[in-house]
């Protein structure tokens, strides 16, 4: 049943969140992107007459408690969000956070601690996980960030709540625009593929290869293609070990009659620097000494002429190092054709890490079709694996781990 259709008067909700935010030395959250986006899911519980506790996951602690990763500093910024006092437990599981939990009144919000001070969590322990389910008599999974890990939070509680557990309202949108993408696009349909390396996208590539009508490859992964196909590629980054496998996409592409468009031009550098000597050259033609660091002018003209004619674009991976001023132009430019395809109609997808802080810096998100939220596991999902945190809640008997896990 989809997450809108839900009614939870009277329920006690566990929900999972990505409350992964980034902290500075005071504690004050940077960026409250990722609580933002949950908040559609906690204000439909809360003012349906649920109530909702909450639990995520905060850096990388080692063992146990660590004062820069509790949780407990975002219970403020929380409050403010959603308008009403958060209650926060200094534990995520035992007999205070099912005090806690069963104490909430209607409408009340409780936050857990953060689940990874026990290394039960990542290890998917199934006695975590069942602990966690005594708080509550309803799940939802509301972190898509996160559903790519078999975790006891993500995935393994699943399995103690077989008739009451749902997506939330994120990691449904996540998923619907994700297949939107993958199962009947409207065609033409484009995906544009850039990044640094071959190696990290190839098997996006490769699931895509019977679903696309065009790709364009561009970023740091194109110098592997042009020298593949014997072009001088200077001191551009390369992947020698990746030469068979952009060769194979090339062979591929055409016994599928995908069209494969390559750079034809390119912005060299003499140095990765933002104040290096820059020239323009083909792409196959880079003298050695220097690196191509973006698309050249003649190459944004052939790859806004595809976007432009796409009925679905997917987007995955900056054209360029467009982190540096002087190499942004290629990422700028496509950045500002998906938006206008998307003005004329059509359907735009960014995910991935560096596209989405590229749409971000360019101030674009609003206008593109989706913004996706989950980095690795938005790639793995392209990549045609299945989720174990989707998988969960899917599937009536909840995830196996298997043995290795
Ligand atoms: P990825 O995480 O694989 O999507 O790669 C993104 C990174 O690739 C960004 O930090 C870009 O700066 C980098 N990148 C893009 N184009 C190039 C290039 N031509 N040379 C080196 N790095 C690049």
């Not at 002087?326 to 991935?352: D, H, P, R």
């Amino acid at each position: 049943m989809p997450f809108s259709d839900l009614n939870f008067a009277n329920k006690k909700v566990l929900v999972r969140v990505d409350f992964n935010v980034p902290l500075n030395a005071d504690f004050k959250i940077t960026d409250d992107t990722r609580m933002k986006a949950v908040l559609p899911t906690i204000t439909k519980i809360i003012s349906e007459g649920g109530s909702v506790i909450l639990m995520s996951h905060l850096g990388r602690p080692k063992l146990g408690f660590e004062e820069r990763f509790s949780l407990k500093h975002l219970v403020s910024h929380l409050s403010q969000l959603i308008q009403q006092d958060v209650k926060f437990c200094e534990d995520s599981i035992g007999e205070k956070a099912q005090r806690m939990a069963a104490e909430l009144a209607t409408g009340e919000v409780l936050l857990l601690e953060n689940l990874r001070f026990y290394k039960h969590e990542t290890a998917g322990n199934l006695y975590f996980a069942e602990e966690l389910s005594k708080l509550a008599d309803f799940y939802v999974n509301d972190a898509f960030g996160s559903a790519h890990r078999a975790h006891a939070s993500t995935t393994m509680v699943a399995n103690f709540f077989p008739e009451n557990k749902s997506f939330g309202n994120l990691l449904e949108n996540e998923i619907n625009n994700l297949e939107k993408v993958l199962t009947a696009p409207k065609k033409p349909f484009t995906a544009i593929i850039g990044g640094a390396k071959v190696s990290g996208k190839i098997n996006v590539i490769e699931n895509l290869m019977d679903k696309v009508t065009d790709i364009i490859i561009g970023g740091g992964m194109s110098y592997t293609f042009i020298k593949a196909q014997g072009g001088n590629i200077g001191s551009s980054l390369v992947e020698d070990n990746q030469i068979d496998t952009a060769l194979e996409i090339i062979r591929k592409a055409k016994k599928l009659g995908v069209n494969l468009h390559i750079p034809d031009d390119t912005v060299i550098a003499d140095s990765f620097s933002n104040d290096a000597n820059q020239a323009e050259c083909d792409i196959a033609e880079i003298p050695e000494g220097w690196m191509g660091l973006d698309i050249g002018t003649r190459t944004i003209e052939k790859f806004k002429t595809v976007v432009k004619n796409s009925a679905t674009i997917l987007w995955n991976g900056p054209m360029g190092v467009f982190e540096m001023e002087s190499f942004e132009k290629g990422t700028k430019a496509i950045a500002y054709s998906v938006v206008e395809a998307t003005a004329n109609g059509s359907y735009s997808l960014i995910g991935g890490g560096d596209s989405v802080a590229a749409i971000n810096k360019y101030e674009l998100g609003e206008k593109v079709s989706y913004v996706s939220t989950g980095g690795g596991a938005m790639l793995e999902y392209l990549e045609g694996q299945k989720l174990p945190g989707v998988v969960a809640i899917q599937q009536k008997e909840g995830f196996k781990l298997n043995e290795e896990q």
